[in-house]
């Protein structure tokens, strides 16, 4: 699904958050490759489960036919520096609930780039009737956390150390929803 492209000002800094399109495949596999270098935030290592230029087409020719997929992207002087998707589900019992996924780049944080995703993926999911947004952050993205429970999502469970990470220790996941009525 498509949304309209929405300007934002923070700090300063202009950036646009829109659909994702075709013809920016090829940054969007570099940004994803770059992000998850950057953070531990993330579910992968730098490099894992890499997505070239074709995989984005697919997944964006994919999102952008599918009425409960939406893929964002966030633009800075015309270079994406995040993005934001929703998934949902095609099957009847899940048909009403979309996991929410964001990714920003380092240099870009506090301009409230994903927040601004979360706040239109959270606009488009409630216009079209989805109930319930989910979501997996690491327990120790305070800042996350704190956001995601501005916005309506309650913590609904902890998946105990679910994640190994380069200090060698173990980390809980927090699983979070919204539920719309």
């Given at each position: 699904m498509k949304i309209n492209k929405q300007e934002f000002h923070s700090k300063g800094l202009i950036y646009t958050i829109q659909s994702a399109t075709a013809r920016e495949s090829e940054a969007l596999s570099y940004l994803?490759?770059?992000?998850?270098?950057?953070?531990?935030?993330?579910?992968?290592?730098?490099?894992?489960?890499?997505?070239d230029a074709y995989a984005f087409e697919k997944l964006i020719h994919s999102d952008t036919a599918s009425s409960s997929n939406l893929f964002l992207?966030?633009?800075?002087?015309?270079?994406?520096?995040?993005?934001?998707?929703?998934?949902g589900i095609n099957l009847k019992r899940f048909h009403h609930k979309v996991e929410?996924?964001?990714?920003?780049?380092?240099?870009?944080?506090?301009?409230?780039?994903?927040?601004?995703?979360?706040?239109?993926?959270?606009?488009?999911?409630?216009?079209?009737?989805i109930k319930k947004m989910t979501l997996n952050v690491l327990e120790t993205n305070q800042k996350a956390i704190d956001l995601y429970k501005r916005y309506g999502f309650e913590v609904e469970g902890i998946l105990k150390k679910d994640r190994y990470l380069s200090?060698?220790?173990?980390?809980s996941t927090v699983v979070m929803g919204r539920s719309h009525d």
């Open positions: 994803r490759a770059q992000i998850d270098g950057e953070t531990e935030n993330m579910d992968r290592e730098k490099g894992e489960a890499f997505m992207v966030a633009i800075v002087k015309e270079r994406i520096v995040g993005y934001s998707r929703c998934e929410f996924g964001v990714g920003v780049l380092k240099d870009f944080w506090g301009y409230s780039i994903g927040k601004n995703l979360l706040i239109e993926s959270i606009s488009w999911a409630d216009s079209i009737g200090d060698g220790k173990f980390y």
